[in-house]
């Protein structure tokens, strides 16, 4: 939370926010103290302020308890901006690792209702240090003098339990359903963050307003670079914020305008329902995008034609199938309703009118969502709308990172289909009941390699040619083959460097140009974290001068497009350093042998130009001017 120093303030110094410091092992605030905004990261928030944190930090070993875990918001979370609701956790990645192992600092960001009540408690930034020796549950609760922070046993039954049962336990400790009263929401982790020593793709499940009113499984997730393991090694199950009042940022009429843009207007129209003011689908529809052009990610990242993935395309279940209906829903105060959530259709069928099956149902399937659903199911070989369901939900109860999770799956039966010693027991693509059992067996620790990730497993069995990551951070859902810029993401590959579907949607791409890719890189693709900082909205799409008016109106103060790029420009790089200052050398922004032309996944009829050579010319050029303009910034400091 942002507080006023004055009582007109007029510039964004007049501004400051509260850092607590809470010693886990005492289970005592070490210090609290409200520190005067200095420059636009400090005011945006999120990363801007976070890197900042971690950077005062040495780290060797991600799980040390000296080693910090970041908790924090954005200048536009939990306020009436459309949807302000992120927080962040910032850290040491135990899976974004240099070549000679040590942890590179990362984040990941959870929407959802946590962050708005995170806000409202008065906690600005949290830095947690330490470990229990039990499992507690952290509690930040709404005080006369701002946030307070305590830690309490974990409460009867969340030992070992699913995410589901975790939530339902806080829930009605913390809540009043019965009489509609919600001061409180929870950030928890599954057995998954429970067992860290051996899964570091743990992910941190944040509640909804609408998982904590009606108690069906609706979460956000704080998903990449496995924030949960490092929660868990911290001894902490769950996170309750709980706020009695909500403190909300209402803005002027200027809010209004942008709101009703963000909501009804063309920015947000892909994420859309087509009922709702004619909606392209959702994050979902990219399946069907990318597959008839032959570039949708199957089996392990090689797609050997088009259309081969139709039956569980979202418009084939959502318009096709008449086994399901689907609703689409929104965060708390969002119009896009970007869910798509599945229901089974009712005894006697779906009715015809859409309007009609929306009110009436059968039992909750899952949530149609791009990441989820295309790497458990077609990258994994999985074509059955149901199993793919199954396998989504079951890295939601276990408390994965579906993307990591699946993609390392992919990597697994790969390897096995090779002729190679199999591992995992031999799961092969296609095997949904073999994917689930190792999906439990690793989150419950019963297997100690393969949930430490892709990077782990390849140089562990070897296979590192077919990997898929980057900096030890699995790839999303979109071919390495058509984006050379994913090592230069500083979080997730596709929400952290906006590269990665330039080759399908960019009309002047030009996919063997090296000075293409290097504009793209150098002077675009990091703008996309700009919403790390101000806590909007991946998917309302808000333009910098957008962000800009959204944040003079809800503060009082100017402030400007050139001022949101600049602060966020000086995240990129200040991440950038943060890597450098762990041993990150040229060397370490590299992708795995087969995605270049000439190797097995490298010549694919949809995608056959990235060769190695032009790849290492994006690579050492946008390298060397990051690291030209770290050290024009003063970054360079940190750098050993």
Sequence with gaps: MLKA??????????????????????GQVVKMADLPVADDMDFMGGIGRSFKIVADYDVDDPFAPEAPLVLNTGCLTGTAFMTGLRAYFTAYSPLKRTLTGKPMAGWSAMSGSFGRKLMSTGMGDLVLVGAADAPKILVITQGSDGPQVSLKPAPEGMVGAQVSERMKILNAQYNNPEKRQFPAHF??????????????????????????????????????????????????????????????????????????????????????????????????????????????PFKNFEPRGENLAVPVHLETMRDENPAFVVIDRG????????????????????DPDWRVAR?????????YEY????????????????????LARLDDELGFDTISVNVMLGFVMDYNSRGEKPIGGGVQFGDVAGAARLKEDIAYGRETLLGKGTKAISEAVG???????????????????????????LAGGHMSMRTFLLYVTDPDCQPESADYWVEQITKNGWAAIAKD???????????????????????????????????????????????????????????????????????????????RELFEEIRDRSFDYFKSELTRLGYDRYIA
Excluded at 360 to 366: I, K, M, P
Excluded at 474 to 486: F, H, I, S
Aim: with cysteine; net charge negative; charged share 20%.
């Design 5 to 26: 120093r004055t009582q007109n303030p007029v510039q964004t110094t007049d501004f400051c926010f509260t850092r607590v410091m809470f010693d886990v092992s005492s």
């Design 187 to 296: 950030a928890v982790i599954g057995p998954a963050g429970e067992h860290w020593q051996t899964v570091w793709m743990a992910n941190i499940v944040g509640s909804t307003q609408e998982m904590v009113m009606t108690g069906e499984e609706k979460y956000r997730f704080a998903g990449r670079l496995g924030m949960g393991a490092l929660l868990g090694c911290k001894n902490i199950l769950g996170i309750v914020a709980h706020a009695a009042e909500d403190v909300r940022r209402e803005g002027d009429e200027r809010l209004k305008a942008i709101d009703r843009e963000i909501g009804r207007g063309e920015q947000s129209r892909g994420f859309r329902n087509p009922h709702n003011n004619d909606g392209l689908g959702g994050t979902g529809k990219n399946e069907h995008m990318l597959d008839v052009v032959g570039v949708l």
């Design 331 to 350: 965060c708390f105060g969002c119009e896009i309703a970007c869910h798509q959530d599945f229901y089974a259709a009712p005894e006697g069928g779906r």
């Design 359 to 367: 009110q009436n149902y059968g039992a909750y399937l899952g949530r």
């Design 371 to 390: 990441e989820p659903m295309e790497l458990s199911g077609p990258n994994l070989g999985v074509l059955d709308p149901h199993d793919n369901f199954i």
């Design 463 to 489: 296979g590192q040619g077919f990997a898929m990551h980057s900096k030890g951070v699995e790839y999303p859902a979109y071919l390495p083959q058509t984006n050379p810029g994913y090592p230069f993401a």
């Design 533 to 611: 900082l101000h806590g909007g909205c991946l998917f309302a799409f808000t333009p910098p001068p957008q962000v800009a008016e959204g944040i003079s109106s809800a503060y009082g103060v100017p402030f400007t497009a050139e001022r949101v790029l600049d602060a966020t420009y000086r995240a990129h790089l200040l991440g950038m350093a943060l890597e450098m200052k762990q041993g990150a050398t040229r060397d370490d922004y590299e992708m795995p042998r087969e995605v270049f032309a000439g190797e097995r996944k490298g010549d694919l009829p949809g995608a056959n130009f990235l060769s």
